[in-house]
């Protein structure tokens, strides 16, 4: 009997040590599911122009604008508390490029009110080419001027007001991630004995399919948010269209928050710089492409998703490329001819101003642990920089947007360099050699890819 009280003795001294430790990891697994929510705010709002403005995106089009086809829209995310070095705020705009005197302005009123810092603020423009035309405003008189600069204005306030939303909608969260494809993009860059000749499709020419999708819910898993980037031009709509209209991202917006009623849709652009829908032509097809797009976004979000740390570090860096000596003014008004870049430089030469000494590159990079790097990059990138991105980094955990922040000129990779035509004539490479971009070097793809490395924590580089 004794031998019998001594066993049940021991049993129950070890059943009592497991239920404690099994109480201290079910506190510890508790504690670090607590540890992975973060304030998240979600807010979108119309900036649809009501009056009649001139249209970005299609120099041959001189008129303003005749109506309105769909809604265009702002929405911001934002992550994290108040806390130094907490707090990041993702500003989606369908605009074909907000300049940046507009975003550093909103910037500039927000961090007033919050402890928001510059790299810790991204606006992604959606480079739709049926809206306003900001970029050009500077080069217009009367009301064509009055008009564009009354919807900057409204755009400005407008702008302020959905970050503000999003700030003060907070509340605990938590975020995933995930990967999938959608392909409406097609390569546009026709090539005849290696060299440019022209757009169209071009079927086996790279192109980026990959669609990269953030979750976002609340403490309970009720979605609040998604955020989706596929690399492609906003071009469904050409230069015969005339009425307002968003593109294939804002329609994307629209079924995805159909589908997921109690969600806002943001979406942003990739390395899509030589991208265009394909087909295009209507609005019809801007529908069909939007809603691809929110079919492979409900297909991700009825699958499991990876959990990230929603601990964001942020870091920052701009690149300035040194602009060439000038040629002769004869040589750069013939290399204008071909280059609207060049065009816009040679007018500021002949209002009097001084030659630029540089060009700034931004860079930024989004590191949620080890989990995932969002890379954003500004002006129009072509796909060759996503792609060697993935490849000299673990490409498994890469987010890359571009149009991120300003948008000026196109980004061209040494590849499109040997081949020339319409990107190359108006890309950085360009206008900061007058026309020589094959002379730049290091050559824009290097500083960058080099730049985006030196960002990341090592742990995102291939092979670590």
Request: hydrophobic share 40%; with cysteine; charged share 25%.
């Amino acid at each position: 009997m004794r031998r019998s009280r001594d066993e049940r003795w021991l049993w129950g001294l070890l059943g009592a040590v497991l239920l404690a430790a099994a109480l201290v990891w079910s506190q510890r697994a508790g504690g670090a599911e607590a540890a992975r929510t973060v304030p998240v705010g979600v807010a979108k709002i119309d900036i649809t122009p009501r009056w009649p403005v001139r249209m970005y995106g299609y120099a041959a089009r001189k008129i303003e604008s005749e109506g309105v086809a769909g809604p265009l829209k702002a929405t911001a995310l934002a992550i994290g508390s108040d806390e130094a070095d907490r707090l990041a705020v993702l500003l989606a705009v369908d605009c074909g490029a907000v300049p940046a005197d507009i975003r550093d302005e909103v910037f500039r009123r927000i961090s007033r009110r919050y402890p928001l810092r510059p790299e810790r603020f991204v606006l992604a423009n959606s480079h739709n080419h049926s809206g306003p035309n900001l970029k050009g405003m500077g080069s217009m008189t009367g009301s064509e001027y009055e008009h564009l600069a009354r919807y900057a204005g409204q755009l400005t306030d407008r702008l302020e007001q959905v970050v503000a939303e999003a700030l003060g909608n907070r509340r605990p969260g938590r975020l995933a991630w995930g990967r999938g494809t959608v392909g409406f993009a097609a390569n546009r860059r026709v090539l005849k004995e290696g060299r440019w000749v022209g757009f169209g499709a071009v079927p086996d020419a790279p192109v980026d399919h990959s669609l990269c999708l953030l979750r976002v819910t609340d403490r309970g898993g009720k979605l609040m948010a998604v955020v989706a980037n596929y690399a492609c031009h906003c071009t469904t709509l050409r230069g015969n269209f005339t009425k307002i209209h968003g593109d294939w991202a804002a329609c994307a917006q629209e079924y995805i928050e159909a589908d997921q009623p109690d969600a806002r849709a943001l979406i942003t652009i990739g390395c899509g710089a030589d991208a265009d829908p394909c087909p295009h032509g209507t609005v019809e097809l801007c529908r069909q492409h939007g809603r691809a797009l929110a079919d492979e976004v409900r297909r991700l979000l009825a699958g499991p998703l990876q959990p990230i740390d929603p601990v964001l570090a942020a870091r920052r860096a701009v690149i300035e490329i040194p602009f060439a000596p000038l040629p002769p003014v004869e040589e750069l008004k013939k290399r204008a001819e071909k280059s609207w870049a060049v065009q816009r430089l040679l007018e500021r030469l002949e209002r009097g101003e001084k030659p630029p000494a540089k060009r700034p590159y931004q860079v930024t990079t989004w590191v949620f642990g080890d989990d995932l790097a969002m890379v954003f990059l500004s002006d129009e990138v072509v796909v060759d920089y996503a792609l060697r991105l993935k490849r000299e980094l673990d490409g498994r955990r890469l987010w890359i947007t571009a149009y991120a922040n300003d948008v000026s000129n196109y980004v061209v990779s040494k590849r499109l360099i040997t081949e020339g035509g319409y990107e190359v004539r108006n890309s950085v490479s360009f206008l900061v050699s007058h026309g020589r971009p094959e002379s730049v070097q290091p050559a824009m793809e290097d500083r960058i890819v080099e730049c985006v490395k030196s960002l990341l924590p090592p742990a995102f580089h291939a092979g670590d």
